[in-house]
C-alpha cells in the first residue's frame, strides 16, 4: 500500500479546490479503506467548492483542510479489526449518511436523519481522492455489473428513488411533476418511468437538460423560464383537470413553490427535495395545503437500505438507464473542469464523474464509446 495519495483538497475558505498530495487515510476499527474507482460531483460540493454561506456555516473555517467529495464506488483493500460483514475486494458504494446508533430514529428505523448522523465529505474526508476510509455501517455492496461511473452516483439516485416512491410507494399509473432539471430530477424522471408511473411532466430551464429529461422518459417539457404556456393550465388539462398526483420539488425556488401546490390535485403528494436558497419561503399555506388535504414528504437523503436495494435491482435489472443522465467524464485531476461543468449556466451538464485512475477514466470511455 502507497504512504500518501493523490486529493482534491478544500484549503481556504474561498472559491477552489487544492490538487495535493496527502497520507492515505487511517482507518478506525469499525471502518474500511475504499480504493476509489470513481466518484461524481453532487450539489452539496459545489456548495463548499464555491465556499458559500451555507459552507461556512455547516463546515466553517477551522475544519479546513477537508477532503472533498462523497459519491463513490469502489474496492475494498483493507478492514479495521471490528468490520464483520465487508470483505477485502468487496466492490463499494457509500451511503453518506453515518449514523449514530443511539438517535432515536436510528432505533425507529429512520437512521438517515438522525439528530446526530455525520455526514461524508462535509463532517469528515471525502472521496475525491484515491483512497477514502468509510464505516462499514454506511457500506453498501455492489453489483460488479454495474460499471463504477453508475455505482457511484447511487448516493443521488437513491435521493432521486426515494423522492419519486415516498413512504408508501404508491405512485403505479399515477402523473408526477418534476420541478427542476438538474440532475436528481433527470434521475427521478428515469425512476419515475421504470416504475410505473404514466403521465410525467418535466419542468425546467435549460434545453441540454430538457433533452436528456426527454430521453429518461418525460413525457412533458414545460419551460419554466418562458411564459408561451400557462404551466398549471397545462398540467391540469393532461390529468382530466384535477392536477397531478403528486409533484416533486427539486428546485427549492419561490416559483417552484408556488406552482408546485397549485400543480398538484386535492389529496396528492408533494415532495420536497429541493433546498430553499432562503429560509422561509411563501407558500398558499390554506389552499395549497391545508383544503387541498395533500401529504407534504421531506426527503433528506435515502432510506437506509430499502432505497439501495431497490436502486441496485433497478440497475441491474437493466429497467434503468441512466447513462444520458451522466453527461461528462474526466479524470479526478481534472476536477477543475468538472466543477466548471456543475457551476456553468446556462446549464450544458447533468451528472459529473472523476475518475482518480486514468486506466479506469479510459475504460469508461471505452464503455460509453
Ligand atoms: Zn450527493
Same mark, same amino acid.
Given at each position: ?8 483538497? $478544500?484549503?481556504?475558505?474561498? !472559491? ?31 456548495? =463548499? /467548492? ?9 463546515? *466553517?473555517?477551522?475544519? +479546513?483542510?477537508?477532503? +472533498?467529495? %462523497? ?34 430514529? @436510528? +432505533?425507529?428505523?429512520?437512521? %438517515?436523519?438522525?439528530?446526530?448522523? $455525520? ?43 426515494? @423522492? ?15 420541478? *427542476? ?24 430551464? /435549460? ?10 422518459? @418525460?413525457?412533458? !417539457? !414545460? /419551460? ?7 404551466? =398549471?393550465? /397545462?398540467? $391540469? ?26 400543480? &398538484?390535485?386535492? *389529496?396528492?403528494?408533494?415532495? @420536497? ?18 383544503? $387541498? ?26 429497467? &434503468? ?32 464523474? !472523476? ?15
Amino acid at each position: 500500500m502507497p504512504e500518501k495519495m493523490k486529493a482534491v483538497v $478544500k484549503t481556504r475558505p474561498e !472559491l477552489g479546490g487544492d490538487w495535493q498530495e496527502v497520507p492515505l487515510p487511517r482507518i478506525a476499527d469499525d471502518e474500511v479503506l475504499v480504493r476509489v474507482r470513481a466518484t461524481s460531483i453532487c450539489g452539496t460540493d459545489v456548495h =463548499i /467548492y464555491k465556499w458559500d454561506p451555507w459552507s461556512a456555516g455547516r463546515i *466553517g473555517e477551522q475544519a +479546513l483542510p477537508q477532503i +472533498l467529495g %462523497h459519491e463513490v464506488a469502489g474496492e475494498v483493500v483493507e478492514t479495521g479489526a471490528g468490520v464483520k460483514g465487508i470483505h477485502m475486494g468487496d466492490y463499494v458504494s457509500a451511503e453518506t449518511h453515518i449514523p449514530d446508533p443511539q438517535d432515536l430514529q @436510528a +432505533l425507529l428505523g429512520q437512521m %438517515h436523519i438522525g439528530e446526530r448522523m $455525520k455526514i461524508l465529505g462535509v463532517d469528515r474526508d471525502g472521496c475525491f481522492a484515491e483512497y477514502v476510509a468509510i464505516p462499514e455501517v454506511v457500506c453498501w455492496v455492489n453489483d460488479k455489473a454495474i460499471a463504477p461511473e453508475y455505482a457511484c452516483v447511487q448516493e443521488p439516485l437513491g435521493n432521486a428513488t426515494y @423522492a419519486v416512491l415516498g413512504e408508501d410507494n404508491d405512485v403505479a399509473g399515477k402523473s408526477m411533476v418534476f420541478v *427542476g432539471d438538474g440532475p436528481i430530477s433527470l434521475f427521478a424522471v428515469g425512476v419515475a418511468r421504470a416504475v410505473g408511473v404514466t403521465n410525467i411532466f418535466l419542468v425546467g430551464k /435549460y434545453d441540454f437538460n430538457m433533452e436528456i429529461g426527454k430521453r429518461m422518459g @418525460a413525457d412533458h !417539457l !414545460l /419551460y419554466a423560464n418562458k411564459d408561451d404556456v400557462d404551466r =398549471i393550465a /397545462y398540467i $391540469k388539462d393532461h390529468t382530466r383537470g384535477y392536477g397531478a398526483d403528486i409533484v416533486c420539488d427539486m428546485a427549492g425556488s419561490t416559483q417552484a413553490l408556488e406552482e408546485g401546490f397549485q400543480m &398538484l390535485r386535492k *389529496g396528492g403528494r408533494f415532495t @420536497a427535495f429541493g433546498v430553499a436558497g432562503e429560509a422561509t419561503v411563501p407558500i398558499d399555506y390554506n389552499n395549497g395545503i391545508v383544503f $387541498k388535504g395533500c401529504q407534504v414528504h421531506g426527503v433528506n437523503g435515502r432510506k437506509m437500505f430499502d432505497t439501495w436495494y431497490r436502486v441496485r435491482n433497478l440497475l441491474s435489472s437493466g429497467r &434503468l438507464d441512466i447513462a444520458p443522465v451522466v453527461s461528462h467524464m474526466f479524470p479526478l485531476e481534472e476536477y477543475e473542469q468538472g466543477f466548471e461543468k456543475m457551476i456553468e449556466r446556462p446549464r450544458h451538464a447533468a451528472k459529473v464523474v !472523476l475518475f482518480p485512475d486514468r486506466q479506469e477514466f479510459d475504460a469508461a470511455q471505452q464503455r460509453r464509446a
